[in-house]
């Protein structure tokens, strides 16, 4: 997918969004970022911060994430907090980008071989593979993620298939169920509308630097 925006070399904000629920009552705010070259990961990498109001159970919840990949849309880190009612949950995965996750010290070893996380709470997350898989349109590709559920924060195993129908097209299918939908997306990957579960109601582009530099 080729966008100025994406293209640039530099840290920082690519794009700020928010989705509405088509289910029921709900907004989800997300963000995209260019992270900055470490020592551990050279090339850069890209991060996914977000919020999201959401009802479970007939209560209000909040939900905050953060979800931090290598350069090859790889996870890498994924930090979730959630309040619910009078409850509040965490979670904390850290994972190296050939397939082995932590949650703490223990290793996940039932996760062994992923390199996708899918947060259940929105569209967030649905960028990573659509951007790290780069099909052609016509092309498929299956894989198993490691799957957040809310509000519980339990993860399992999901597997599902991603085929690219035109440029900014996709039909996203859970192997497990009957579940599928097709995927609206933008020059970044990230989700425009999402049948049956949400769209996009807002969005803001930063300033290119040369715009910003012109008198």
Known sequence: MNSPLAGRSGPGLRRALLWRSLLGQGLEYCSLWRRRAVGADPQGGWALRGTAIAEFDGGPAEVRYRVITDDRWQTRRVHVGVVHGDRKRALRLEADGTGRWWSGAAQM????????????????????????????????????AAWVRFPDLRVERLPQRYTRLSDR????????????????????GLVVRYEGWCERIAVFDPPRPEAAGSG
């Open 109 to 144: 070893l039932q996760f062994s071989g992923l390199v996708d996380v899918d947060l259940g709470i929105g569209a967030s997350t649905n960028t990573l593979p659509i951007r790290r898989l780069g099909l052609s349109v016509g092309e498929s590709a299956e894989l198993v």
């Open 169 to 188: 097209r996709y039909l996203y299918e859970s192997l497990d169920s009957d579940f599928k939908a097709e995927l609206e997306v933008d020059d970044l």
